[in-house]
């Protein structure tokens, strides 16, 4: 199927809401592992979120061009070209834009989908995401104000950040510390700043512990309940349940515990990209060292150029990060729940 239109992503959100279940959101860095997600998603029934970070948006343009909107909507071009032939329904998210670089990434991308809109056409990207974890709160709610209302005139969505993420992501980086969790207080702030809905639809990551990359279980502490508290208390003063359309950062070796109680307060979307990282590159080293004599042309010999063509370690690679996604649709209970 084609990438999602913005009214099929409002109705994805709306689906994982009311069903209880969340999208996986697959960190891609290439053609191969964007490839990869969408076999994922397809080989779980499921539908899905593909997301371009800030360094793998400047990756994408390669080394001499260094831009990040060039590499970003290359991506999106290829994407909408090759999901258009898989069962799924994907939407496609740009990831933690800090505030330096909103110039040079997120704001030409929505000037993008203004003047696609302008045309009759559908946004390359469905969401971009403000991270202004750095910054105050005010000034990052301000931000995200201006933003929110430059994404209703584009025809997508705006994910922002409420709290700090722990861990390192692209060079942006947060200790583990006590100022990892979300308050209550800081949710009543969005909604002050930003509307419940009728400004325009954003995405929420609130923050209760969660850190990027894979750490030792007993440096990250998990309080998915203060999800609940949040929901319960803002959703009562603005008088509906689960104001909060929430997004799950630092997904990656969470245990099957936190995620279903997240899900359960209202998380439609788990960011994962370092399992899928170490599924893709696990392959590729295992090939490697299997077989280091071929790929290398050892004592003066002449290798294998089937074993050093890079198809030849590729395709295998493709299949273990798929395989790692299929697990990520089943424990967020998207499988078996594509769209038709």
Excluded at 3 to 19: H, S
Excluded at 80 to 99: F, K
Excluded at 283 to 302: E, F, N, P, T
Aim: glycine letters at 10%; charged letters at 20%; one cysteine or more.
């Amino acid at each position: 199927m084609p990438i999602a239109t913005p009214d099929q992503y409002v109705a994805m959100l709306d689906r994982a809401k009311e069903g209880g279940f969340a999208y996986p959101a697959i960190n891609v860095t290439s053609s191969q592992t964007l490839n990869a997600a969408l076999q994922g998603f397809a080989e779980a029934d499921s539908d899905g979120i593909i997301q371009v970070s800030l360094g793998t948006a400047l990756y994408l343009s390669g080394n001499v061009v260094q831009s990040r909107f060039a590499g970003s909507r290359a991506l999106a071009l290829y994407a909408h070209e090759v999901a258009s032939h898989y069962p799924v329904t994907v939407a496609l998210h740009t990831d933690h834009c800090p505030a330096e670089h909103l110039d040079d990434w997120v704001r030409p991308l929505l000037a993008d989908a203004l003047e696609r809109r302008s045309r009759g056409l559908d946004p390359l990207y469905q969401s971009h995401m403000w991270d202004g974890s750095a910054v105050p709160l005010d000034e990052n709610l301000r931000i995200a104000a201006e933003l929110l209302e430059a994404s209703v005139a584009a025809n997508t969505l705006l994910e922002i950040e409420v709290g700090v993420i722990g861990g390192e992501e692209d060079g942006i980086s947060h200790e583990i510390n006590e100022q990892l969790y979300s308050t209550v207080d800081d949710a009543r702030a969005t909604i002050e700043a930003l509307g419940a809905g009728e400004r325009g639809r954003y995405l929420t990551a609130l923050t209760f512990g969660n850190v990027h990359g894979v750490y030792h279980p007993d440096s990250v502490q998990l309080r998915p309940e203060l999800l609940q508290e949040i929901q319960t208390v803002i959703g009562g003063e603005v008088g509906r349940s689960k104001p909060f359309d929430l997004v799950f950062h630092g997904g990656s070796g969470s245990s099957s515990e936190d995620i279903a109680s997240a899900v359960a307060s209202g998380v439609v979307k788990m960011n994962i990209d370092t399992d899928t990282q170490y599924a893709f590159t696990r392959s590729i080293a295992g090939h490697m060292m299997g077989s280091y004599d071929q790929v290398l042309k050892v004592d003066g010999g002449y290798g294998n150029k089937k074993a050093y063509d890079p198809r030849s370690w590729g395709k295998p690679a493709e299949h273990a990060m798929a395989a790692r996604v299929v697990e990520a649709a089943q424990t967020l209970g998207s499988a078996g729940r594509a769209m038709r």
